[in-house]
Structure formats: C-alpha cells, structure tokens
C-alpha cells in the first residue's frame, strides 16, 4: 500500500501538513494532561502538608492549654487531634513513597511525632500524679497533712514549732511557684529543724505529729522529684524533650514541604519545556514542508510557463521530472501527449498538402499533354 503512495503530490503533502498539526495538537495536549494530573496530585500533597502543619499548631496550642490550665479535657482534645495528624500522615505515606529521598524526610516525620505524642502523655501521666489541682496527687496528700499537723500544732499552742512550719511551708511555696532547688534544701533544712523540735517537746502526740510530718515530707519530695522528671523550666525534663520534639516536628514538616514545592516547581517547569520543545518541532517541520512546497510549486509553475512560452515559436516537449508534484507530472504528460498529438496532426496536414500538390501537378502536366 505505500508504494502505491506518492509523497509528490500535493494531496499527500496537505495530508502531511494535516497530520502534522493534528499530531503535534496531539502530543501537546497528552503531555499536557498528563502533567498537569502530576500537579494536582503534588499541589495536592502541599495542600495535605499544610493541613498537617494547622493539626500540629491546634497540638501546639492544646498542649500549652493543659500546661497552663492543668484541665483534662486539654488533653482529650490533644488525643484526637493526634488521631487525625496520625491518620493524616498514614494517607499521606503511600504518596509520598513515590517522591524518592522524600519519603525518608516522612518516616523522619512519622517517628518524631510518635515520640512528640508519647512524651506529652508521659507529661500528662506525671503530671496527674503530682496532681491537677491543689487537692489531688502528690500535692493533695501534703497539703490535707499539712493542715492536720498544724491543727496539732494550733491545739497544743506550740507557737515555736508553728513558726519552724510556716517557714518550711514558705519554702514549700517558692519552690511550687519558681520551680527552684533552693527552696526545697531550705524547706528540707526546716524539716529537719521542725522533726528534731518535736521529737525534743514534751506533748503526748509526738508520735502523731512526727507521722504527720513525714507523710508531709515525702509527699513534698516525691512531688519535687516528679518536677524534675516534667521539668524545672521549659528546656528540662520531659518539656525539654517533647518542647525540642515539637520543633524537630515543625522543622520537618518545613522540609518536606520545601520538598515538595521545588518539586513543583521542576514539574511546571518541565511542563513548559516539553509543551515548548513540540511546538517548535511541529513549527519546524511545518515550516520544512512549505517552504519544500512553494520551492517545489514555484519550479513547475516557471516550467509551465516557459513551456506555454516556447510553444508559441517550436513545440518541445515538458520534462515531468523537473515539476515535483505529481499533478504537475500528470498535466505535463497530458500537455506531451496535446504536442504530439498536433505535430502528428500538421504532419497529416502537411502530407495532405503535399499529396494535393502531387495531384495538381499531375492535373496540369495532363492537360498541357493534352
């Protein structure tokens, strides 16, 4: 079939300029649908990431709330949005799987969050131990014995033992307000001072008072230890890690985010590229195809001049190879075989003449004969 096909013609070379323009149409807009699903499924990423970075401020924001507050249902509300950034990061993953070293920035994600959740309910934990409020906890238990030694102390008029209390009581105080070590060496020095003046005073409860401020002091202790394991300040203990948790989360999500946005930025570069480089190759070859053809139009169109132009003095033949296009060819066939055609007619002619000639000649010698 295609050596039935004459790429000379100008038939052919419309459908090829055709086909051309149709594939290159072709090709531009599957590279264009093509990408531009590519983008929204990363725009769409970036979009997801930016979902996650409002869950972990709302974490943010929940977990300074239960800090400050010391209300439970801080921490309920931290639980579930903590479902939702865990889910969200599990949606997530499959995706981001097919980003190369991305997906390693997200299991860095998905193990700093896990231990950022797991240090906040440590802190929760801990922190409900020390106690919620001033009547639970650690801090409930020396506070009701507290009270109870000094009703012993009120009821027995002991005004020496009562002062050594408000001053253990005053260290007791700074330490819970400025979370300082000092406090509690000074309170323990008090301590030590109120159990030795008990123990040397003459009441017949020196027994009860000296449980009663034992249970006071290792509540205080145990509440002092717990402290330390939450944290004296924001950089310690458990707020120091789960605080640099946070920020490693923070700073982590700006790097897969960042990630993700040059990542962006190569396929919408990319995609003008490609689109750029198939318009100019279907230009290209356009512009090869017609300058091809008017060079090969304009060579046959002067052909047929200079044809019709020598016809006038000599007939000559049109030489079919010199017109490029086949319809030209064939009218030049058909103006050979008109040529022809005439020249065999005034060849006839001629004959006839000549004939004629012969005859009259002949008449004129019969009748001199004659």
Do not use: W
């Not at 002062?163 to 330490?175: A, T």
């Not at 946070?246 to 985010?257: G, N, W, Y």
């Amino acid at each position: 079939m295609l050596a039935t096909i004459q790429f000379d013609s100008i038939k052919t070379r419309l459908i090829i300029i055709i086909t051309v323009c149709l594939s290159g149409m072709l090709v531009l807009v599957g590279n264009q649908i093509y990408n531009t699903d590519r983008l929204i499924n990363l725009n769409s990423q970036s979009k997801q990431l930016l979902n996650l970075s409002h869950e972990l401020l709302q974490l943010r924001r929940h977990e300074k709330d239960f800090l400050l507050r010391r209300d439970p249902q801080y921490v309920d509300k931290f639980r579930i949005r903590a479902d939702v950034f865990s889910q969200q990061i599990t949606q997530l993953n499959p995706i981001f799987a097919k980003l190369g070293d991305t997906n390693t920035l997200f299991d860095e994600l998905s193990v700093s969050f896990t231990q950022y959740r797991t240090q906040f309910l440590s802190l929760v934990s801990l922190q409900t131990q020390i106690g919620l409020d001033e009547n639970s906890g650690f801090q409930g238990r020396f506070r009701q014995a507290t009270h109870r030694l000094e009703e012993q102390l009120q009821r027995f008029n002991q005004i020496d033992l009562q002062v050594l209390m408000l001053q253990m009581r005053r260290s007791e105080k700074d330490f819970l307000l400025r979370k300082k070590l000092v406090y509690v060496e000074r309170e323990t020095l008090f301590y030590q001072q109120l159990s030795l003046a008990i123990t040397q005073s003459n009441q017949l409860n020196v027994q009860q008072q000296q449980a009663l401020l034992d249970i006071y002091q290792q509540s205080f202790l145990q509440l002092v230890t717990a402290y330390q394991t939450i944290g004296l300040d924001h950089t310690l203990g458990l707020q120091g890690q789960f605080r640099e948790q946070a920020h490693a989360l923070e700073s982590q999500l700006t790097r897969v985010s960042n990630k993700l946005a040059v990542l962006i930025s190569f396929a919408e570069k990319r995609v003008e590229r490609i689109s750029l480089l198939i318009m100019t190759i279907t230009t290209l070859v356009l512009i090869i195809i017609l300058i091809k053809s008017y060079i090969t139009f304009q060579r046959a169109f002067l052909n047929f001049v200079m044809f019709f132009y020598r016809c006038k003095r000599e007939y000559q033949h049109m030489d079919g190879k010199k017109l490029g296009f086949s319809e030209f060819k064939y009218l030049a066939t058909i103006a050979n075989e008109m040529i022809d055609a005439r020249c065999g007619i005034e060849r006839q002619l001629h004959e006839a003449h000549r004939h004629i000639a012969e005859l009259e000649k002949m008449n004129g010698d019969s009748a001199k004969a004659q």
